[in-house]
């Protein structure tokens, strides 16, 4: 349990936590957001506008390093940031409840794809820099 603190404790990162004898068996909420010991956001959890769970971890300059949530069909997504931010791998389950990797360049460019499709046969991609496949098995 947090206790009040002053403005200048505040400005100093100053908290105090006294002991607790009971622990809450739910606590509820929107969104929650973790910081650092200079106030900047490291992590969010919550619920989008459309009702999708989301969590995202941030470095210390703000940009996102990874994610995990629920996709726009409603299976989950999980996504790699690279330290600029840019998504270079992304893991989801597709609509039909097959895996799907996808990875990208330094400049968030879809290069690569490896799926296993609904009936357990596995297919793999190559994509060149203007995202057109140039090769791809079976």
Do not use: C, Y
């Amino acid at each position: 349990i947090w206790q009040p603190v002053t403005v200048a404790e505040q400005a100093r990162g100053v908290a105090v936590v006294t002991q607790v004898t009971g622990v809450a068996d739910v606590v509820k909420a929107r969104s929650f957001e973790v910081v650092d010991s200079v106030g900047k956001t490291r992590a969010t959890l919550a619920v989008d506008s459309d009702g999708r769970p989301r969590l995202f971890l941030l470095n210390s300059a703000g940009k996102l390093l990874a994610g995990l949530g629920q996709g726009p069909e409603g299976p989950p997504m999980l996504f790699l940031s690279n330290s600029a931010g840019k998504t270079r791998a992304a893991l989801s389950i597709l609509p039909d409840g097959s895996p799907s990797l996808h990875l990208m360049d330094s400049v968030g460019k879809l290069r690569a794809i490896m799926d296993v499709n609904s009936n357990g046969s596995p297919s793999f991609g190559l994509l060149d820099k203007d995202e057109k496949v140039f090769w791809s098995a079976p």
